[in-house]
């Protein structure tokens, strides 16, 4: 069982460049979600999915784009990407459990540089 | 929406020491409140979690208290050791029917350092 699995690992980008984040979890869970990490600003939501075929707004969506391809797999695009999304971003799934919780399983990262 | 406040940013303590951490939320449907455990450079992962029916819940060195009133819950860590030092987040959940339901709101997160 890997978990959930996000590539790349690092990336360096121009202004202006495009990428798309991969995200793919074997845990059949139904929800998935992407945040981004900074310093001191903790881990705010970009977007999430809460099951295959929807996907909701989170904190900072602006500048990102996603797609729920099927269950196992959530991507995050940045069209053009700025230096303000110089990050670390982590891709995370969940599923309810039977005592009600909501236990997220999150991605080993990418950090990405824009410069 | 929610909006989960967090004390202190950083904390310092010797070994051996109590680390106590605190989390205010402000939505009062909230009914799951997890902690993550990031080490440096790893992933968050779940510690401990408790749900608005239990006022505390305990797992070896680690405890959380929730006080639903004042809407206020606590990490407790005892006898803290150097592999304790890492950044801790609380988050706060409404969790029920709907999609917009089961999201966590994360505190922006203590850095602990535990000096041998």
């Known amino acids: 069982n890997a978990g959930v699995t996000q590539t790349p690992k690092f990336q360096v980008l121009k202004t202006g460049q495009s990428m798309t984040l991969q995200c793919a979890q074997d845990?059949?869970?139904?929800?998935m979600y992407w945040y981004r990490q900074d310093p001191g600003m903790g881990l705010r939501l970009i977007y999430y999915s809460a099951s295959e075929g929807t996907t909701d707004k989170g904190e900072v969506p602006n500048g990102y784009n996603v797609s729920r391809l099927n269950k196992r797999e959530f991507s995050l695009r940045l069209e053009s990407a700025a230096p303000s999304q110089t990050s670390v971003y982590f891709c995370?799934?969940?599923?309810?459990?039977?005592?009600?919780?909501?236990?997220?399983?999150f991605g080993a990262g990418t950090r990405l540089s824009v410069l | 929406g929610e909006n989960v406040e967090q004390h202190p940013s950083t904390l310092s303590v010797q070994e051996g020491d109590s680390a106590v951490i605190k989390c205010t939320y402000s939505?009062?449907?909230?009914?799951?409140f997890p902690w993550y455990k990031q080490e440096l450079g790893k992933r968050p992962q779940l510690i401990i979690d408790?749900?608005?029916?239990?006022g505390e819940k305990k797992d070896q060195r680690i405890a959380v208290t929730l006080n639903k009133t004042a809407k206020h819950f606590s990490l407790h860590i005892t006898e803290t050791q150097p592999e304790d030092s890492a950044v801790y987040f609380c988050a706060a959940s409404r969790f029920g029917r709907g999609s917009t339901l089961g999201r966590l709101y994360f505190g922006r997160g203590t850095q602990l350092t535990v000096w041998p």
């Open positions: 939505d009062s449907a909230s009914n799951y």
């Open positions: 995370a799934s969940s599923e309810r459990t039977r005592l009600a919780k909501n236990i997220q399983y």
């Open positions: 408790i749900r608005s029916n239990v």
């Open positions: 845990m059949n869970h139904n929800s």
